[in-house]
């Protein structure tokens, strides 16, 4: 019988999933603090986690990584509220198999849940022909996305959908163009765009798509784990490499590499990736003997490259070899005449996904769609999707299985913050046309949330390191904390 450990500290929910899971058949435990859990979790391995974002003693990223480093088999399931999507995001592309937003749903947790554990049991019989893997100062690797975990996407399914935008038109073009050459290029755009997903289509339709796409996300590998997911190591040469192994270069010979987030790549790497990209060899950590590797290196960042390499942060000399070809993803509110076309076809692969039938969106369902300001892209349209279809009873998608966050949104757009705070709400009588809440009218709650918005921008960037945050921000560690705490931002 699988194990599930629920960590939340709303004791109803604890006790309504222990319920409810129990009945499913599943062994269930459940904790209502972070320490309380891990102190569990060191005394038996569970199959699968269910762990709350907001626990009162430790943030979510640093549970799932905790519990990624005692057991990095467990599935971890986040559970967040609508607001903090965000950051549960970053928790998916730190290990977390998916989040759920609250209010829960039984059919939503279960078919998580399910998937969750068949991703597990799958993964687990694929390694058992694996080679094995050792991280430095662990044991056993626990990279989310170990290599070539993020392999080629189509194969499983995944269509990929152009709209009818004119950012469409000349992305299909650009696409088309590139495709064939073997130029680096260097994606750009927001969180949930779709990078990997061009950077996977260009592979596809390239003279490499025989081989293999090997996508690795360096903003989720710690800096000692990435040089040796990049370039292999071989035995001894730290702590830990119990085995020799070859690295991500090595597996995508012939095919495509897909550097997701390079402006994580430390110095160290990055000097590693120079020789890749000017002399096509590498060199195993711990090893003297040079590896020519034949891969064509498409890179993905959403932040300003230019501005990490005018910073020193990013070697100049790197960014002019892989930025042959630059292509920008537009944020989806900016092409809103794509957004439906990519909710119906969300529709579609939710239908299958979930064995139902649903035929479409209600106006009103559709209207909200549209006049959303959709942070997280086309994975945020994705999952609220997918949820939908899961609520909806009848044939059409009604507005009112959106989150309320959807149907009404009060939040405050980047560039609304950079040109000081707007606090926008939408007259439903009006769709589209924005309405300013009477709190804008207020200068401290402006520069306040102006200020709150800033920080969380300047987060993300950072791939929410506080430290480097707080450099940016030009203001010191304690400064930055007291502000966290301050506008309630947990991370
Ligand atoms: N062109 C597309 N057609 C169909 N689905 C897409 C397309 N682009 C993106 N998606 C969907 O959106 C999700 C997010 O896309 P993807 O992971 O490529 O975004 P990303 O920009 O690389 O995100 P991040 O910067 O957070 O890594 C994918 O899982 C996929 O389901």
Redesign the pocket.
């Known amino acids: 019988m699988e194990k599930i450990l629920i960590i939340d500290d709303n004791n109803d929910i604890c006790l309504l999933l222990e319920r409810f899971l129990s009945k499913q058949g599943y062994k269930t435990a459940s904790v209502q603090r972070g320490d309380d859990g891990l102190v569990l979790l060191r005394k038996e391995a569970f199959e699968l986690v269910i762990c709350d974002f907001k626990l009162p003693d430790i943030d979510g990223l640093e549970m799932l990584r905790r519990i990624k480093v005692m057991h990095p088999t467990t599935a971890v399931i986040i559970i967040t509220g609508y607001s903090d999507v965000r950051m549960a ?1 970053q928790t998916v ?1 730190h290990g977390a198999y998916d989040y759920v937003t609250k209010p829960l749903y039984p059919d939503e947790i279960l078919y998580t849940i399910k998937a969750a554990l068949e991703r597990r049991a799958q993964s687990l019989n694929q390694s058992k022909g694996a080679p094995a893997t050792a991280a430095p100062g662990t044991t056993k690797v626990s990279t989310t996305k170990p290599s070539p975990a993020k392999t080629a996407l189509t194969p499983d399914g ?5 709209g009818r935008s004119r950012a469409a038109e000349q992305l299909q073009k650009h696409i088309d163009l590139i495709a064939p050459t073997d130029m680096s290029v260097i994606i750009t ?1 927001e ?8 950077a996977n289509a260009i592979h596809l339709k390239s003279k490499r798509a025989d081989k293999q796409f090997v996508a690795i ?1 360096c903003g989720a590998l710690g800096k000692e784990l990435a040089g040796s997911e990049l370039f292999g190591h071989v035995k001894g040469s730290f702590t830990g490499a119990m085995s020799d192994k070859a690295g991500s270069f090595e597996f995508a010979n012939g095919g495509t590499i897909f550097l ?1 987030e390079i402006g994580n790549l430390s110095y160290d790497n990055q000097i590693k990736l120079l020789r890749v990209l000017q002399e096509r060899k590498i060199r195993r950590i711990g090893s003297n003997q040079d590896i020519p590797v034949d891969v064509r290196i498409i890179v ?1 960042t ?1 932040e300003d490259l230019r501005e990490a390499v005018r910073q020193g942060k990013f070697r100049e000399d790197i960014y002019h070899r892989i930025a042959e070809f630059e292509m920008h ?1 537009s944020p989806l509110r900016e092409r809103k005449s794509d957004i439906m076309i ?1 909710a119906e ?1 969300f529709l579609e692969l939710a239908n299958q996904q979930l064995e139902k039938d649903i035929q479409g969106f209600e106006e009103e369902a559709k209207d909200k769609l549209k006049e959303y300001y959709w942070h997280g ?3 945020e349209l ?1 999952n609220v999707v997918k949820r939908a279809v899961l609520l909806t009873q009848g044939d059409y998608i009604e507005a009112d299985v959106l989150p309320h966050e959807i149907i009404s949104p009060q939040y405050f757009t980047p560039e609304e913050t950079n040109a000081g705070h707007v606090q926008v709400n939408y007259d439903p009588a009006r769709p589209g046309i924005p309405v300013f809440s009477q709190s804008a009218a207020n200068l401290k709650s402006v520069s306040e949330n102006a200020e709150r918005a800033a920080i969380l921008k300047v987060l993300e960037k950072t791939g929410y390191n506080k430290t480097k945050a707080a450099e940016v921000l030009n203001i010191d560690r304690k400064t930055l904390y007291n502000k966290l705490k301050a506008y309630d931002i947990h991370l």
Do not use: S, Y
């Open positions: 995001v592309k995944k269509r990929f959908i152009f755009g969180t949930g765009t779709g990078k990997e997903f061009v996300d997701d993905a959403n993803l990519f076809h892209n086309l994975r994705q």
